[in-house]
């Protein structure tokens, strides 16, 4: 089955700096990949996800990027703030968002004030 | 428009008993999947439900069972439950055929077996 490793666990950043979280995935057919925010208390929240057919998707601070060929995706956040503090999750599936996802351990998002 | 609902929000059960816990899906879904996660850990994939009949599942034992009513709603029952069971139970929906394929998340119920 399919196994997605996720660093780092911890990310402390300054405020107004980038974040750059890694996934890998082990699985060639899987070809969705989103990314989920958890706030203390709460359901995973979707922020963006990308399709084996794209590159790199962008929504505003957002940014994911995939390279199929070495398995790997990456979420870029800019211009970090304080409420982008958070745990965030990656995931691998084959089939799109219908299909069972498997996730990363997760990692916690820091932003300095 | 409802997001994802489950209920209850917080349960506290003994060692050995049965819990059922509940999922209403976001309108429009006819596709739910739960999900278990422990303290500290990324969610893992129970099992998805699609035309009331269990569609996929994860590497769970047959203690976790399910059912998913006509109106996409679904229930997890978890039997005989041990200390390793205390977890946050998640309920994802989403729409098995056509254009949005994401998966949208309840707020989860928080188990504590004691």
């Known amino acids: 089955g399919e196994n997605v490793e996720q660093h780092p666990s911890t990310l402390s950043v300054q405020e107004g700096d980038s974040a750059v979280i890694k996934c890998t995935y082990s699985?060639?057919?899987?070809?969705?990949f989103p990314w989920y925010k958890q706030e203390l208390g709460k359901g995973p929240q979707l922020i963006i996800d990308?399709?084996?057919?794209?590159g790199e998707k962008k929504d505003q601070r957002i940014a994911v990027t995939l390279n199929k060929t070495a398995k790997h995706f990456s979420l870029h956040i800019t211009e970090t703030q304080p409420e982008d503090s958070a745990v965030y999750f990656c995931?691998?599936?084959?089939?799109?968002?219908?299909?069972?996802?498997?996730f990363g351990k997760g990692t916690h998002l820091i932003i300095q004030p | 428009d409802a997001g994802v609902t489950q209920s209850p929000t917080h349960l506290i059960k003994t060692r050995g008993q049965q819990v059922t816990l509940r999922c209403s899906p976001k309108s429009g879904h006819d596709t739910v999947s739960w999900y278990q996660q422990a303290l500290g850990q990324g969610p893992q994939f129970i099992f998805q439900?699609?035309?009331?009949?269990?569609?996929q599942r994860g590497n769970f034992p047959d203690r976790f069972s399910g059912h998913q009513f006509p109106n996409y709603s679904s229930e997890l029952n978890v039997n005989a439950l041990l200390l390793g069971d205390s977890a946050l139970y998640l309920c994802?929906?989403?729409?098995?055929?056509?254009?949005?394929?994401?998966?949208?998340f309840g707020q989860g119920t928080r188990l504590t077996v004691v």
């Open positions: 699985d060639s057919v899987s070809n969705y």
């Open positions: 990308i399709r084996s057919n794209v």
């Open positions: 995931a691998a599936t084959q089939g799109g968002g219908a299909d069972g996802l498997t």
């Open positions: 994802a929906s989403s729409l098995a055929t056509g254009g949005d394929t994401e998966a949208f």
């Open positions: 439900y699609y035309e009331e009949e269990e569609r």
